[in-house]
Every structure is written in structure tokens, then in C-alpha cells.
């Protein structure tokens, strides 16, 4: 992708319309920003994952707007043509619209095109609130890690027909409030299908079968950085820990049989320092 994306080209993007299924990516630094924007995404998510796969916490409620900005502003400072979606932390929209929409416009200023926040019927007014200022939403339905405790875990939702029902039916609810698009996670492929059909934004997938309008996946799992088990739906494209871990195991080799540095990595000085020096 050689242009910026924008809010307006992901909301129309439907599968179904003709348009290719939408890639996005998480970053939560310059670098990994850097590779998935040379990659081509469409959009690149600084996740709220950044507290378990960066910062290395048992979830990712850990994570604050600050700390969520401060990474935010790291990947907006790359200007990467895809778009860029930031995560709104556990508690960052939970207590009144108010907070809601001033947190979201601290992502915004730290370079956030769009925010994410986890959520389905109970979330659309602050949703409204948020929208009201302008700001683009997407929304996250399905298996919402920020409500690990009360699911009992990160478990698969939506296994009845009841339930399943339910989520199509806040699908919509979130489509009809403004949403540009919404993340469904942790659900089973038929659900992940009816949801898509039943609504005219891109439905973006983790863990919703083959026929979302795109995929997500964390970028520390699908290049293979991520060495704890990972869940069923990630497929590694890369080993980069092992090939990593033998770039600095070469480092270290080198350092300790004087092999590294070598003249041509060294800096000469100024002709006749040697001499002088070696003057008493
Ligand atoms: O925080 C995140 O990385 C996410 C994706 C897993 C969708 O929300």
C-alpha cells in the first residue's frame, strides 16, 4: 500500500462488495511499526495486548491511557500509511462519558486515527460520546480479554444459539451507533460468518473463522517473538526469537574471542594521533 489509508476506505470495505479481506497488525514501537507498515497492513493496532506481550503482565488490564499514548506516539511518529487504531485500557471508558471521550482524545493527540474499546450494547453511549467528539470507533465483541474475570477466563463466547443470536444482535447495535468496523474475537467460525453478513461494516477477526472482512493477529505471535503457547487461531509466519537469540549469541561469541571489533569498525583518529600519544 503506496497511499494513506483512511477511516472512510476501511468502513467501506466489504468483503462482500468486492473489496480484498482487510489485514491488520499490532505494533506498540517504532521498529515493529516500521515492518508492518513496509508490509503492507491496512491497519496497524497498538493493542492493549502491549501490557502482556511487551510489558510482560498476566493480562492486559495492567495497561494505562498514559502508558497506551506513550506507545501510541511512538508508531504515529513512524507515519505509517496504514491506519492507525489505539486501544482504549480497562477503565479508560468504564466510568462516565466524560472520561471516556477525554481519554480518547489523549490518543488522538498522541496520533491515534481511530480508537478501540471492548464492548457491545452496554458501551454505546459512551461510544456516542466519543463519536460526538469526532473520533473514530471501532468496536470489539466476542472474547474481550479486558473482561477475562468475569468470563472466567479467555474462553470462547457465543457457543449458543442464544448467545450467538444476542451478539449478531449487538453487532448491529454497534453498526447502527456509528462504529467503523469491529474486532471479533473468540468466537465460533458460524457466528463470526452471520455477524458479517448482518452488518454493512467490516467485521476484522482473531479467533471468528475464515469469513470475517479481515484478520488481526498480534505481530509478537505471528513472527514467531512470542515463545509461551499461543492460542489455536495464530499461525507463525516466522521464528524471529530463535533467529534473535542467534544474532546476539553471535555477539557475544565475538566480543569474547576478540573477534569483534575489527579495524574497518573502529575509528581511526586524525593522522599522527598514534604518534603523538605514544609521545611521553
Ligand atoms: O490488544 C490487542 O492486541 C487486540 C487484538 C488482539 C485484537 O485487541
Same mark, same amino acid.
Given at each position: 500500500? $503506496?497511499?494513506?489509508q483512511t477511516?472512510?476506505? +476501511?468502513?467501506?470495505?466489504?468483503?462482500?462488495?468486492?473489496?480484498k479481506?482487510?489485514?491488520?497488525?499490532t505494533?506498540?514501537?517504532?521498529?515493529?511499526?516500521r515492518?508492518?507498515?513496509a508490509?503492507?497492513v491496512?491497519?496497524? @493496532?497498538?493493542?492493549?495486548?502491549?501490557?502482556?506481550?511487551? &510489558?510482560?503482565?498476566e493480562d492486559?488490564?495492567t495497561?494505562?491511557?498514559?502508558?497506551?499514548?506513550?506507545?501510541?506516539?511512538?508508531?504515529?511518529?513512524?507515519?505509517?500509511n496504514? &491506519?492507525?487504531?489505539?486501544?482504549?485500557?480497562?477503565?479508560?471508558?468504564? &466510568?462516565?462519558a466524560?472520561?471516556?471521550?477525554?481519554?480518547?482524545?489523549? @490518543?488522538?493527540?498522541?496520533?491515534?486515527?481511530?480508537?478501540?474499546?471492548?464492548? !457491545?450494547?452496554?458501551?454505546?453511549?459512551? +461510544?456516542?460520546?466519543? @463519536?460526538?467528539?469526532?473520533?473514530?470507533?471501532?468496536?470489539? *465483541?466476542?472474547?474481550?480479554?479486558?473482561?477475562s &474475570?468475569k468470563?472466567? #477466563?479467555?474462553?470462547v463466547?457465543?457457543k449458543?444459539?442464544? *448467545?450467538?443470536?444476542?451478539?449478531?444482535?449487538?453487532?448491529?447495535?454497534?453498526?447502527?451507533?456509528?462504529?467503523? $468496523?469491529?474486532?471479533?474475537? #473468540?468466537i465460533?467460525?458460524?457466528?463470526?460468518?452471520?455477524?458479517?453478513?448482518?452488518?454493512?461494516?467490516?467485521?476484522? !477477526?482473531?479467533?471468528?473463522?475464515?469469513?470475517?472482512?479481515?484478520?488481526?493477529?498480534?505481530?509478537?505471535?505471528?513472527?514467531?517473538?512470542?515463545?509461551?503457547?499461543?492460542? =489455536?487461531?495464530?499461525?507463525?509466519?516466522?521464528?524471529?526469537f530463535?533467529?534473535?537469540?542467534?544474532?546476539v549469541?553471535?555477539?557475544?561469541?565475538d566480543?569474547?574471542?576478540a573477534d569483534?571489533?575489527?579495524?574497518?569498525?573502529?575509528? $581511526?583518529?586524525? =593522522?599522527? @594521533?598514534?604518534?603523538q600519544l605514544?609521545q611521553?
Amino acid at each position: 500500500m $503506496s497511499t494513506k489509508q483512511t477511516v472512510t476506505a +476501511i468502513q467501506a470495505s466489504k468483503v462482500r462488495h468486492g473489496s480484498k479481506p482487510l489485514a491488520m497488525v499490532t505494533a506498540y514501537d517504532a521498529p515493529t511499526a516500521r515492518i508492518v507498515d513496509a508490509a503492507g497492513v491496512d491497519m496497524v @493496532l497498538v493493542g492493549d495486548t502491549l501490557a502482556m506481550v511487551v &510489558l510482560g503482565y498476566e493480562d492486559t488490564r495492567t495497561v494505562t491511557v498514559e502508558q497506551m499514548a506513550h506507545h501510541i506516539g511512538a508508531v504515529a511518529r513512524t507515519k505509517p500509511n496504514a &491506519l492507525i487504531i489505539g486501544d482504549m485500557p480497562w477503565m479508560s471508558y468504564h &466510568l462516565s462519558a466524560l472520561e471516556a471521550v477525554d481519554n480518547a482524545a489523549t @490518543l488522538v493527540r498522541a496520533g491515534a486515527e481511530v480508537v478501540k474499546l471492548e464492548g !457491545g450494547r452496554n458501551r454505546i453511549p459512551v +461510544i456516542q460520546a466519543i @463519536l460526538d467528539a469526532e473520533i473514530p470507533v471501532m468496536g470489539h *465483541l466476542g472474547l474481550t480479554p479486558q473482561s477475562s &474475570l468475569k468470563m472466567g #477466563g479467555f474462553r470462547v463466547q457465543a457457543k449458543t444459539a442464544e *448467545l450467538a443470536r444476542d451478539l449478531i444482535q449487538q453487532a448491529k447495535e454497534l453498526e447502527a451507533v456509528g462504529c467503523c $468496523s469491529i474486532v471479533l474475537e #473468540g468466537i465460533p467460525s458460524i457466528v463470526g460468518r452471520q455477524i458479517t453478513e448482518a452488518i454493512s461494516i467490516p467485521t476484522i !477477526g482473531i479467533g471468528a473463522g475464515a469469513d470475517t472482512d479481515g484478520q488481526v493477529l498480534v505481530f509478537h505471535d505471528l513472527v514467531g517473538l512470542e515463545t509461551e503457547r499461543l492460542p =489455536k487461531f495464530v499461525r507463525r509466519y516466522g521464528n524471529s526469537f530463535d533467529s534473535q537469540v542467534e544474532a546476539v549469541q553471535g555477539f557475544v561469541q565475538d566480543v569474547r574471542s576478540a573477534d569483534y571489533p575489527t579495524d574497518d569498525e573502529s575509528y $581511526s583518529g586524525p =593522522k599522527g @594521533l598514534t604518534e603523538q600519544l605514544d609521545q611521553p
